[in-house]
T-cell receptor
Framework: DQQVKQNSPSLSVQEGRISILNCDYT??????FLWYKKYPAEGPTFLIS?????DKNEDGRFTVFLNKSAKHLSLHIVPSQPGDSAVYFC???????????FGGGTRLMVKP | NAGVMQNPRHLVRRRGQEARLRCSPM?????VYWYRQLPEEGLKFMVY????????ESGMPKERFSAEFPKEGPSILRIQQVVRGDSAAYFC????????????FGAGSRLTVL
């Protein structure tokens, strides 16, 4: 039973354009959502997060949108850069806990 | 200011042997988490520990797997009598507080069972 799903295993985008990565969840108890980025042979690194009391959080080129009614969140990267090429994981938690539930990841490839 | 340190980075074991994976959290962090990533999958929570205490082990397989975080030294994830299905990347993460949500991950230990 996958509580957090990333339905697109891969995404290819041209440099300078917008990358949109999507994530769906089923557990309505989740109240905190995070995006992690992972390069090969490295651990995931925290990118951006959003609390369920908000619907948008922005940090530089990265914006996360949360649609609670649809149980959907998305990560927008604009403009995309070749260095953004990595696997992006969506994660969720509840009750301010640290047990994160991860999606399966989306591999983003930004072409020069 | 070293991050989360995991070793070994790569470990090869034959079926039936034991695997021990070590994790030193970031300085000042007293909460440690272990996650497992099977090939082509996301990370799955295994266990959450504080010094000398297991807080939540709901993600740990019932048999062969154990974890500890002693008063002194690194946290250790131990897998006894390994099987091929244990082949995976094992990631350790740490945080300063509980409920901090943002975890800092190590680079992982990749276990291959022959």
């Amino acid at each position: 039973d996958q509580q957090v799903k990333q339905n697109s295993p891969s995404l290819s985008v041209q440099e300078g354009r917008i990358s949109i990565l999507n994530c769906d969840y089923t557990n309505s108890m989740f109240d905190y959502f995070l995006w992690y980025k992972k390069y090969p042979a490295e651990g995931p690194t925290f990118l951006i997060s959003i609390s369920s009391i908000k619907d948008k959080n922005e940090d530089g080129r990265f914006t996360v949108f949360l649609n609670k009614s649809a149980k959907h969140l998305s990560l927008h990267i604009v403009p995309s850069q070749p260095g953004d090429s990595a696997v992006y994981f969506c994660a969720a938690s509840y009750n301010a806990g640290n047990m994160l539930t991860f999606g399966g990841g989306t591999r983003l490839m930004v072409k020069p | 200011n070293a991050g989360v340190m995991q070793n070994p980075r790569h470990l090869v074991r034959r079926r039936g042997q034991e695997a021990r994976l070590r994790c030193s959290p970031m300085k000042g962090h007293s909460h440690v988490y272990w996650y497992r990533q099977l090939p082509e999958e996301g990370l799955k929570f295994m266990v959450y520990l504080q010094k000398e205490n297991i807080i939540d082990e709901s993600g740990m397989p019932k048999e062969r797997f154990s974890a500890e975080f002693p008063k002194e030294g690194p946290s250790i994830l131990r897998i006894q009598q390994v099987v091929r299905g244990d082949s995976a990347a094992y990631f350790c993460a740490s945080s300063r507080f509980s409920g901090a949500n943002v975890l800092t991950f190590g680079a992982g230990s990749r276990l291959t069972v022959l």
